[in-house]
């Protein structure tokens, strides 16, 4: 996946107006998309907590600093990757960021080419959680087209796969093998599955 995904944006968020501007310029020019903001209130205002991509957040900003936007993240259930920079911050504050689930904590003034690596770092693990969600929602499409007998059956299956057999559950459910014959057919096809293994699979997701 190149650069300039337009899925994934590195947001940059320091109150330094010549260091916004430099990261700017030098991230646009490798062919990332950047967002910029002079402070932790403008970036929650136009974030809305599901964009994709990373955060090079500034510890030392009035009012809200990194670390208080961090946290503020974190309680909110926001999982973008944050790598800190910092011209203030001493051992406390970046241990407390790490514990934070931040990816680094950068010195200024810092080389382009460590916050490069720290922000193709950060993006791999935004990527794999986009996977993860896009996988997640086809998962609920599939079983969403299951009827309520389905469902039940699928929920054996999966709680018991070494008795899948359509006696086995025809006996659980006090139905008839054939009736559970038809039932399978139909949620390997809803499914889009060809096997019970296939199915399991599915389910665990």
Same mark, same amino acid.
Request: proline residues 3%; contains cysteine; aromatic residues 4%.
């Given at each position: 996946?190149?650069?300039?995904?337009?899925?994934?944006?590195?947001?940059?968020?320091?109150?330094?107006?010549?260091?916004?501007?430099?990261?700017?310029?030098?991230?646009?020019?490798?062919?990332?998309?950047?967002?910029?903001?002079?402070?932790?209130?403008?970036?929650?205002?136009?974030?809305?907590?599901?964009?994709?991509?990373?955060?090079?957040?500034?510890?030392?900003?009035?009012?809200?600093?990194?670390?208080?936007?961090?946290?503020?993240?974190?309680?909110?259930?926001?999982?973008?990757?944050?790598?800190?920079?910092?011209?203030?911050?001493?051992?406390?504050?970046?241990?407390?960021? /790490?514990?934070?689930?931040?990816?680094?904590?950068?010195?200024?003034?810092?080389?382009?080419?460590?916050?490069?690596?720290?922000?193709?770092?950060?993006?791999?693990?935004?990527?794999?959680?986009?996977?993860?969600?896009?996988?997640?929602?086809?998962?609920?499409?599939?079983?969403?087209?299951?009827?309520?007998?389905?469902?039940? /059956?699928?929920?054996?299956?999966?709680?018991?796969?070494?008795?899948?057999?359509?006696?086995?559950?025809?006996?659980?459910?006090?139905?008839?093998?054939?009736?559970?014959?038809?039932?399978?057919?139909? /949620?390997?096809?809803?499914?889009?599955?060809?096997?019970?293994?296939?199915?399991?699979?599915?389910?665990?997701?």
């Amino acid at each position: 996946m190149s650069l300039s995904d337009p899925r994934l944006t590195v947001f940059v968020v320091d109150d330094d107006e010549g260091i916004r501007a430099s990261l700017g310029r030098a991230l646009t020019k490798r062919g990332y998309t950047v967002e910029t903001h002079a402070t932790a209130q403008s970036f929650l205002a136009g974030y809305d907590g599901g964009a994709a991509g990373c955060l090079v957040l500034d510890y030392g900003m009035p009012d809200m600093n990194g670390l208080d936007l961090q946290s503020h993240l974190n309680a909110t259930g926001a999982t973008i990757p944050i790598i800190f920079i910092t011209g203030h911050g001493g051992v406390p504050q970046s241990v407390q960021a /790490i514990k934070g689930g931040a990816i680094d904590f950068l010195e200024k003034p810092f080389r382009h080419a460590d916050l490069i690596e720290r922000i193709e770092t950060a993006l791999a693990i935004a990527r794999e959680a986009m996977t993860r969600a896009a996988r997640g929602q086809e998962q609920r499409v599939r079983f969403g087209r299951l009827t309520a007998r389905e469902l039940e /059956i699928v929920e054996r299956m999966v709680a018991e796969p070494a008795a899948t057999s359509s006696k086995e559950i025809a006996a659980w459910l006090g139905i008839s093998p054939r009736t559970v014959d038809h039932h399978r057919a139909r /949620i390997l096809e809803k499914l889009q599955v060809r096997s019970v293994a296939e199915l399991i699979a599915l389910a665990k997701g």
